[in-house]
Structure formats: C-alpha cells, structure tokens
C-alpha cells in the first residue's frame, strides 16, 4: 500500500514564526503535492512537484514556500505564519499509470493552528 | 474552464437510502473523474473512478453516472449506511491538466 507520511499532526505556531511541514512517500511516485483544506472551499493546490528540485506553483502558493531535495520527501514551509494560514494541510503523491489515471495518494493531514 | 462545481454542499440521507452528489465541468480536455471519499481525521482517498468513454461504473453499492454531452456526473450510494458518513470529493484530470477537486459534499447518513 501506498503510504504518505505527513509528521507533524497538529501544530500551534504563533504569527510571525517560520513553519515547517514535512512529508514522505513509500512508493517512488514522481508527484508530490501540497493542498490546503478549509470547510466549503474544498482541496486547493498550494504548490506541486513533479521531480526532485523541481517546483512548480499552484493555485494558492502565497505566504508559502516548498522544498524537494529527495524524491521521497517534499516540504511545505510558512516563512512568517499568518493566523489567516490557520487550516488543515494535506501532503498527497502520484504517479501516472495510463489507463488508471492519475490516481492521487493523500497524508493524513497536518492541523495548523497559528495564535 | 478549470472549475469542478459540486452539490449538495450537505446531505443527510436515512439509513437504507440512496444518497446522490453531483459535479459538473466545463473544461472537455478532461478524461479521468475520481471520487475521493474522506473519513474524519483522515486523508481523501480514492473511492471510485469513471473515464467518459463509459456511462456508468458501478463498484458495490457506489456507482457513477456519467453524462458527457451535459459534461456531468455523479455518485450514488445505494442503500446508504452510517459508516458512509464522510466528505466526498469530485475531481477531473487529464488532457496536461492537473487534477482540479469539487469543493466536497459532507455526507450524513443517520441511524
């Protein structure tokens, strides 16, 4: 089974202060993602990878940054927390496999709390 | 053109009922539409997934509709059940396009 492993679970960052989420994923995808989830807005795209130091930004990548030095990893970095960055932070992987489609693997989910 | 949009925001559907969630589209590059269903505290997970070269696909009591002409589909649940309570997504992909989610459906399904 696929796995990705998002870290840090429930986080409370003050404003102001540098965040780090980190996540990693068990099946040598290509793909890597950062999504944002807020009630009634659904899964938007912070940033996405689709290779190692490759970047490339999504449709909500203000006030964030992201990191992929090893193909297994990818991070989500908030150089100043905003308490309007409070939410839920979802890690996902893929990789293409033609007729399937691009199936889309989440993390559990990172709860931000900015104060 | 990059929009997924998704009703009902809520539902809440009797034990035994049939629950229906509908997303539509506008962008016809797009020829791969999963249903990701995610439980409380947990990451979205694929559920069940239509190309449009089909009208229907049916996995046990989850089955999609699928209407290319009105660039349309949705998901029945048949004879829904409490452990179906959860938020289910809609989402399309394809044609270089990455994978644009509907704004989800939070499903209740009572006793």
């Known amino acids: 089974d696929v796995k990705v492993t998002q870290s840090s679970r429930y986080l409370v960052k003050r404003t102001g202060e540098k965040v780090f989420l980190e996540c990693v994923q068990d099946m040598d995808h290509e793909n890597m993602f950062w999504y944002r989830q807020d009630p009634g807005l659904g899964l938007r795209l912070i940033y996405f990878?689709?290779?190692?130091?490759?970047?490339e930004k999504g449709d909500i990548p203000e006030g964030y940054s992201v990191s992929r030095e090893k193909k297994e990893r990818f991070s989500l970095i908030l150089e100043s927390a905003s308490t309007n960055q409070t939410s839920m932070y979802l890690c996902?992987?893929?990789?293409?496999?033609?007729?399937?489609?691009?199936?889309?693997?989440f993390g559990e989910g990172s709860w931000l709390t900015v104060v | 053109q990059q929009q997924v949009k998704q009703s009902p925001q809520s539902l809440i559907v009797q034990k035994g009922g049939i629950s229906i969630i509908n997303c539509a589209y506008e962008?016809?590059?797009?020829?791969?539409f999963p249903w990701y269903q995610q439980f409380p505290g947990k990451g979205p997970a694929l559920l069940i997934a239509?190309?449009?070269?089909?009208s229907e696909k049916k996995e046990g009591r989850f089955t999609i509709s699928f209407n290319k002409s009105a660039k349309q589909f949705s998901l029945h649940i048949m004879d829904s059940q409490p452990g179906d309570s959860a938020t289910y997504f809609c989402?399309?992909?394809?044609?270089?396009?990455?994978?644009?989610f509907g704004a989800g459906t939070r499903l209740f399904v009572k006793a």
């Open positions: 989402a399309a992909s394809g044609g270089g396009f990455k994978t644009i």
């Open positions: 990878s689709y290779d190692v130091k490759m970047k």
């Open positions: 962008n016809t590059a797009f020829d791969y």
């Open positions: 239509i190309r449009p070269d089909v």
């Open positions: 996902a992987s893929s990789t293409w496999t033609g007729s399937s489609g691009n199936t889309i693997y």
